[in-house]
């Protein structure tokens, strides 16, 4: 089995993230998506979190209501995971990657990430070992996001431009600011 590794602070977690998981399951390869709630992402501050254990129960919470509710195709075979709750802090995804393999040896892995993560990838602990031992899915965010991301991908056979995927117009950023004001 493959499984997409989906990580992020889902701080909120909402449809932009659930869409594309959703979608993942649904139109590709990946027999299922994993959102690795972070509970130390090194690449943000830490103040801007809200509590690891609410942001993991608001999305196991979301993903039941979704699963529930049967209207988004793929959902079914999408999880929320507390994987990195228990590994070493910072989160650093090479390392989650590794324990995964030894913890579930059956399944095969790979990583699902963003246009954003995507153009910080240099800043990521190991990303060379990741992209050299596990395919990656980036979800680019509209056509000017699309052109670049299959320019700088073009021959590298471990990644994969999930250029027919929906675009999910949302972002926690704008939630959280939305909120906040």
């Not at 701080?11 to 690795?36: R, S």
């Not at 979301?62 to 209207?71: F, N």
């Not at 963003?114 to 395919?135: F, L, T």
Request: proline letters at 5%.
């Amino acid at each position: 089995m493959l499984v997409a590794v989906y990580g992020g602070s889902f701080n909120p977690l909402h449809y932009g993230h659930t869409g594309l998981a959703a979608w993942v399951a649904a139109h590709t390869e990946i027999d299922e998506v994993w959102l690795m709630v972070t509970p130390n992402n090194p690449l943000k501050a830490g103040n801007i979190l809200a509590d690891e254990q609410q942001r993991l129960q608001a999305a196991q919470n979301e993903i039941k209501r979704l699963q529930a509710d049967h209207t988004l195709q793929g959902i079914e075979r999408v999880r929320v995971c507390d994987f990195e709750f228990n590994l070493p802090r910072p989160s650093y995804t090479a390392n989650t990657l590794r324990e995964l393999k030894k913890a579930y040896p059956e399944q095969r892995f790979a990583l699902l990430i963003g246009q954003d993560n995507w153009y910080i990838r240099s800043q990521w602990r190991e990303w060379d070992y990741i992209q050299a031992n596990y395919p990656i899915y980036v979800y680019p965010r509209g056509n000017e996001g699309l052109d670049s991301i299959k320019r700088e991908t073009r021959g590298i056979s471990t990644i994969h431009v999930l250029e027919d995927a929906p675009l999910f117009d949302i972002s926690s950023t704008e939630i959280r600011n939305k909120y906040n004001n």
